[in-house]
């Protein structure tokens, strides 16, 4: 197809041609993506395939004695969530706090994910949590992975989380016992002990998915997912460019997400041939990282962070604000400017001035792709046909210049994927790539039921289970708290409203978990549960209030925003968004909220 481009008139407005013309295209993309296997595609890391999930990075103990203690709170989950559960905990009293995570340290996605070129592409001053009260200035904009892991550490240090807690250990069963007024807790290493409070944080992106290409197994050369790096083979370490493991070694980079374009750059240098296997291309914007200046980051205002994150909040969910401090590429990301477009008196319908935006956007990140790229074939096969937002959106300064390297090729697989493996390489469209090294970038599984995705399970008042409990739908109140299971938390996306700085949507719905322990302990340790008018009212606002997405997300490219292909009918998110569900949430504790779930 070329790199063409569908041009606007130079005030903004389209052609009714061009606009169908484009629709067109992307409806033709999205359908040579589309499989009748849609997220079955992948595959989990178990049976032969187990070794991809194996830890690199610490060894489990070999045996330990089964912990049968009684702690007031256990969170599942070390990663950022569970941290900042843990310290909002702490604040609000409890002694006893114990992490459990099948990890051997804390930190989460950022203790699994130690590839080259691992860095965070938040901006981290809005990233890292709890900044302010526990943190060391970080060294750029967009921080590298092993800083952030550090941050999780000084969190977990400052907060007293480690000692208690759990690692190399996953939670199986979490039954409540009535008479008790406490959680048993069962886990995958013989442990029995009780908590008070449950905080179940296990994270969007917990367990890492192989692509379902047949003959994956038949490969005898070296392979591994990006979340479990394999610098013994690569050599090298972690942040420290040079990878000399690599310097006689074919390798393919299979996954062009923002994890593989990440890797791409990082290891290209290094690489006797590298190529970039792709089946869907991502966006890919400016990141415009810099060091940070330490005489702007001496002169910050007390409450700083908290400013910056809502200011970052109200532009990426609302539009506009009187400012933009972050002032990256996200607040301009397609749904922004349709917000801008909608607000600067053209008149549009808005699905239409939010559908131009996008065109105009995608336009523009078309261009830039080929601008860079020096080979037009190349370029053109890089160019996503998409809306932005039917995938996570992208940004690096380095990755498309790979593709002027010598030494890197892109290997467009037209939207099908790898054909098949072979013991020696890969097969695309009929022709074999000999391989010494395969590095599968093709993320996590992501889409999984939040009452599943704990991976424990878990029962509550009468032995009811919460898949039970939520067989003919979700419910809860505020998305954190469900009928018939007392003192136990979620944390995560389920019924509340989520945005790209997750970490910002965590530590609000730990204050909220914390400032509600801080008022039970307070009255003596009464339990927390809504009551049956509270949480149906929530129910009814979430499908009274839903955004139905159903009908964008049916003409995106496959992936995991819409269930590769086969989008959900209901949706669980708040549809105000998040500066509004913050409010909601901050005005129901200000006004006798707390009453409603807090038992005498
Ligand atoms: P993704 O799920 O986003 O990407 C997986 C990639 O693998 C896609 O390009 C996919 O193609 C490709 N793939 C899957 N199956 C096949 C196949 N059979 N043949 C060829 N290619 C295949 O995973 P990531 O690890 O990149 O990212 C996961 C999430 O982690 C991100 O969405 C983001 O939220 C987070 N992340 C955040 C970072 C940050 O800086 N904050 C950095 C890295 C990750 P297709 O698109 O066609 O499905």
């Known amino acids: 197809m070329g790199q063409q481009q569908h041009t606007t008139a130079t005030d903004g407005t389209w052609r009714p041609e061009d606009l169908e013309a484009i629709r067109d295209r992307y409806r033709r993309e999205r359908d040579k993506r589309i499989r009748p296997d849609g997220t079955a595609q992948y595959l989990r890391p178990t049976g032969d395939l187990a070794s991809y999930a194996d830890d ?18 256990v969170v599942l989950g070390a990663g950022f969530g569970g941290l900042v559960a843990g310290a909002h905990l702490r604040k609000a009293g409890l002694a006893s706090i114990r992490l459990v995570d099948t990890a051997g340290d804390v930190g989460g996605t950022w203790y699994w994910n130690r590839y080259p070129g691992v860095a965070c592409d938040i901006e981290s001053y809005i990233y890292l949590p709890l900044l302010e009260e526990v943190g060391e200035m970080p060294s750029r904009k967009y921080a590298p992975g092993a800083e952030i892991r550090r941050h999780a550490e000084l969190i977990a240090d400052h907060f007293d989380l480690r000692r208690q807690s759990l690692f190399h250990t996953e939670v199986t069963s979490l039954h409540w016992d009535d008479e008790a007024g406490r ?13 008070r409070y449950v905080v179940v944080s296990s994270g969007p992106f917990n367990r890492p998915k192989l692509p379902g290409i047949p003959g994956i197994e038949n490969f005898v050369g070296h392979a591994f997912h990006t979340s479990r790096w394999d610098y013994g083979y690569t050599g090298g370490a972690e942040g420290v460019a040079g990878y000399p493991g690599l310097a006689d070694k074919r390798v393919a980079v299979i996954g062009t997400g923002a994890t593989g374009i990440q890797v791409v750059p990082a290891i290209a240098p290094d690489c006797r041939e590298l190529l970039v296997v792709q089946r869907t291309p991502s966006t890919v ?100 046909w998409y809306r932005q937002m039917c995938k996570r959106p992208a940004f690096s300064d380095r990755y498309l210049q790979a593709f002027n390297r010598d030494n890197v090729a892109l290997v467009d697989t037209d939207g099908l994927g790898v054909e098949r493996m072979t013991s020696g390489g890969l097969v695309v469209a009929g022709v074999e790539y ?5 590095i599968f970038a093709t993320g ?142 901050r005005q129901w504790r200000a006004n006798g909220g707390m009453d409603e779930v807090l038992s005498s």
């Not at 690199?56 to 709170?73: I, Y």
Request: hydrophobic content about 40%; proline content about 6%; aromatic content about 8%.
């Open 56 to 73: 690199p990075w610490s060894d489990p103990p070999a045996a330990r004695e089964p912990v049968t203690d009684a702690v007031d709170a």
């Open 183 to 195: 959680w048993k807790v069962g886990t995958d290493r013989g442990d029995a002990f009780t908590a």
């Open 285 to 384: 914007d400016r990141r415009d990282d810099e060091p940070t200046d330490p005489g702007w980051w001496a002169g910050l205002e007390p409450g700083w962070q908290r400013r910056r994150r809502e200011n970052f909040l109200q532009l990426v969910t609302g539009g506009v604000a009187d400012e933009n401090l972050v002032g990256d590429q996200w607040t301009d990301i397609a749904p922004v400017r349709g917000r801008r477009r909608m607000v600067s008196g053209r008149g549009e319908d808005p699905a239409l001035a939010a559908e131009l935006a996008d065109h105009e956007k995608m336009n523009e990140l078309r261009a830039r792709i080929a601008e860079i790229v020096a080979d037009p074939e190349t370029a053109a096969a890089l160019q996503p």
């Open 434 to 438: 000999p391989m010494d090294l395969v």
């Open 444 to 585: 996590f599984e992501a889409g999984v039921d939040p009452s599943v995705r704990a991976g424990a399970d878990i029962r509550g008042r009468n032995g009811i289970s919460l898949e039970e409990y939520w067989a003919d739908g979700l419910r809860t109140l505020h998305g954190w708290v469900s009928r018939g299971f007392p003192n136990l938390f979620q944390l995560g996306s389920t019924q509340n409203a989520v945005s790209v700085n997750f970490t910002h949507v965590l530590e609000e719905q730990s204050e909220n978990v914390g400032a509600v322990v801080a008022e039970a302990e307070r009255r003596g340790g009464v339990l927390v549960e809504p009551g049956q008018e509270a949480e149906d009212a929530w129910v009814a606002t979430i499908r009274e209030r839903a955004v139905h997405m159903q009908a964008f997300l049916a003409e995106c490219t496959p992936g995991y925003y819409n269930y590769e292909g086969q989008p959900k009918k209901r949706t669980e998110a708040f549809g105000g968004g998040p500066v509004e569900f913050n409010t909601i949430v």
